[in-house]
């Protein structure tokens, strides 16, 4: 039977490591950097900076959580565990979500770069689209390893891109008042849509029952996933800006590529456009990835149907769960515009990095003698000062998403508490 089937544990701290940079380094950075300079100006740098912190703060939470709690179910399991199986359901129904709309987004932005390097007609963005999430949720149905090894070598060339952009801004060093702001606020602003391009690093830990020593190696991998794409955001925002004016960044829907072809000539804004098809394309794999296992993790738990988490006999992966995840996300592909979906997804998220920096904090006290291979640093008695700042930074870019953004995201997230109680409901009859 497919539920006797268990994930294989395949990927080490390489692997997993590699999976989490290119899980961030995904197509926000492509895009984003360009509305984020038209608010922060020559300081986008520090509008990364920032959400870099917010990120960091809750990565120390989840490296605690998944050395105490080691499964596919992630965000799901931690809050069950310390608050309730509905807050579970509710914390992992939003990742699946999040991970649904950046797939079918970014999917339609892969359409959007092929169809103006090939000069073809954009009516059939759609259909490129649709046909782009098939093809990865086959390569998913193949395999972990087959699918890591893809995703490495997707991450490969997305960095070499990032490393050009760097190296084209490297002359132009100083060129440039980089505390140049059109306001304050602004900078907030753009922390709050460029904290998009941080997420992903997450996405290790729903391996952690395909990874070997997860325990260890999945809040190692976390870290140092973290610290790489912290290091190449802030260098490339800083390179972006000192070799093209921000104005020219924010009116850009290729900002880095409008970057290589102010140095190196039309050529390379076809070389960049193309590098930005690989990175679409591993946020497509990577979404799907993360989307099928915490679906699987909550069916193996039993808060969603138990047929979720069949396993397929041969290639030892959630064959329906993928299947799931692609046909919703085919179904969302429909969401053509990449900084309201940014914003939206980034509201849900905040909301998950709140729930899951208070879980460490309650398990603190509930659940004091847990073994914890990782445990976060600096507290007060039993009280973690990191979480409790990642939740004030949390809150504190949620009140600078714009209204919209607020509107949408709250709305789903009031459609998600009525389904959990549908589901709850139904399960204790």
């Known amino acids: 039977m497919g539920e006797d089937i268990k994930l294989k544990r395949e990927l080490g701290i390489?692997?997993?490591?590699?999976?989490?940079v290119g899980s961030i380094l995904g197509a926000g950075i492509y895009v984003l950097i360009g509305a984020a300079a038209g608010l922060a100006g020559n300081a986008v740098w520090v509008s990364f900076l920032i959400a870099s912190m917010v990120a960091g703060l809750t990565g120390f939470s989840y490296m605690e959580l998944s050395s105490m709690y080691p499964l596919a179910g992630a965000e799901y399991e931690y809050a069950k565990t310390a608050f309730g199986e509905r807050t579970g359901l509710t914390v992992g129904l939003l990742i699946v979500v999040v991970e649904i709309v950046a797939c079918s987004t970014v999917a339609l932005g892969f359409a959007g770069y092929l169809t103006s390097i090939m000069d073809i007609s954009g009516s059939i963005s759609i259909a490129i689209a649709v046909m782009h999430i098939i093809f990865f949720a086959l390569i998913l149905l193949m395999g972990i390893k087959y699918s890591a090894r893809i995703a490495i070598f997707l991450t490969v060339i997305q960095i070499s891109g990032l490393f050009l952009v760097i190296f084209l801004g490297l002359p132009l060093i100083g060129s440039v008042n980089y505390f140049g702001i059109p306001s304050i606020d602004g900078i907030f602003e753009a922390s709050a849509l460029v904290f998009f391009a941080f997420l992903g690093f997450e996405e290790v830990v729903k391996l952690a029952q395909e990874t070997r020593e997860p325990v260890y190696n999945t809040p190692r991998a976390l870290i140092l996933s973290i610290v790489i794409t912290v290091i190449l955001y802030i260098s490339v925002a800083v390179s972006a800006v000192s070799?093209?004016?921000w104005k020219t960044l924010s009116e850009s829907s290729a900002p880095l590529a409008e970057v290589a072809a102010a140095s190196l000539g039309n050529d390379a804004f076809i070389v960049l456009s193309v590098i930005a098809l690989f990175a679409t394309s591993n946020t497509v794999l990577l979404m799907l990835l993360g989307g099928s296992r915490?679906?699987?993790g909550m069916a193996d738990s039993r808060s969603l149907p138990a047929k979720l988490a069949?396993?397929?006999?041969?290639?030892?992966t959630p064959a329906?769960?993928?299947?799931?995840?692609?046909?919703?996300?085919?179904v969302f592909v429909f969401i053509v515009d990449i900084e309201a979906a940014a914003k939206i997804s980034n509201f849900m998220m905040f909301i998950v990095f709140i729930v899951i920096n208070a879980c460490l904090i309650k398990l603190r006290y509930t659940h004091p003698d847990s073994i914890r291979k990782f445990k976060v640093p600096l507290c007060i008695g039993k009280f973690p000062i990191i979480p409790?700042?990642?939740?004030i930074m949390c809150l504190f870019l949620l009140s600078h998403l714009d209204i919209t953004a607020l509107i949408y995201g709250i709305s789903i997230l009031f459609l998600l508490l009525l389904l959990v109680f549908y589901l709850k409901r139904k399960k204790d009859m």
């Not at 069949?310 to 030892?316: D, G, N, Q, S």
């Open 310 to 316: 069949y396993i397929h006999p041969v290639r030892r």
């Open 243 to 245: 070799v093209v004016d």
């Open 294 to 296: 915490i679906l699987y």
């Open 388 to 391: 409790f700042a990642g939740i």
């Open 14 to 20: 390489l692997e997993i490591t590699l999976i989490g």
């Open 320 to 330: 329906i769960s993928i299947f799931i995840i692609a046909v919703i996300s085919i």
